[in-house]
């Protein structure tokens, strides 16, 4: 399914955000993530299912000054 991933599209044979962030190498305690908009904890990533056009962010902690 096509969804977008950070702004852009991406094909994904994902069917949870939790299936997806494992999908695309991310450190899953290390990242804060959303679903159209809205935060999505930790714990429900892997009951938060994707649909076709989602739009998915995946935010990591920077370091800098």
């Known amino acids: 399914m ?3 991933l950070n702004g852009a599209p991406v094909e ?5 955000l939790a299936d997806l962030i ?7 305690a ?3 993530t959303a679903l159209d908009g809205a935060f999505v904890a930790r714990g429900a990533r892997g009951q938060t299912p994707l649909t076709p056009g989602a739009r998915i962010e995946v935010l990591s902690p920077m370091q800098g000054g």
């Open 30 to 32: 290390a990242v804060a």
């Open 22 to 28: 494992a999908e695309r190498g991310f450190d899953a």
């Open 12 to 16: 994904t044979g994902a069917a949870t």
């Open 2 to 4: 096509r969804i977008d």
